[in-house]
Nanobody, 121 residues
Framework: QVQLVESGGGLVQPGGSLRLSCIASGRIGNINDLGWYRQAPGKERDLVAMITSSSTTNYAESVKERFTISRDNAKNTVYLQMNRLKPEDTAVYYC???????????????WGQGTQVTVSD
């Protein structure tokens, strides 16, 4: 089985920073894209940032210049460094991984359980 476990969420004041981590574990063959979505109450889940296997990145317009996504292939981990946080960044953040488990011949997308980020005074 494959699992994604996120960490690093919490409560932070506006202008502060948080770093989210997501570790993929299990019988993993190879990992393609990694990324983060977020979902605020009453809203749809939206893409925040993604990074390909060749480290090409893509960001939502609202987080450009504030958030940075990176990956450590040796650790099967993806990070999201969030700086200059705003109240509108408050949401549950979900990581995902498009990967091929060793017991399959095709890739699938797996999701973490989500971590709450709250930006408030």
């Amino acid at each position: 089985q494959v699992q994604l476990v996120e960490s690093g969420g919490g409560l932070v004041q506006p202008g502060g920073s948080l770093r989210l981590s997501c570790i993929a574990s299990g019988r993993i063959g190879n990992i393609n894209d990694l990324g983060w979505y977020r979902q605020a109450p009453g809203k749809e889940r939206d893409l925040v940032a993604m990074i390909t296997s060749s480290s090409t990145t893509n960001y939502a317009e609202s987080v450009k210049e504030r958030f940075t996504i990176s990956r450590d292939n040796a650790k099967n981990t993806v990070y999201l460094q969030m700086n200059r946080l705003k109240p509108e960044d408050t949401a549950v953040y979900y990581c995902y991984a498009n990967l091929r488990p060793k017991y399959l011949v095709t890739s699938q997308t797996y999701w973490g359980q989500g971590t709450q980020v709250t930006v408030s005074d």
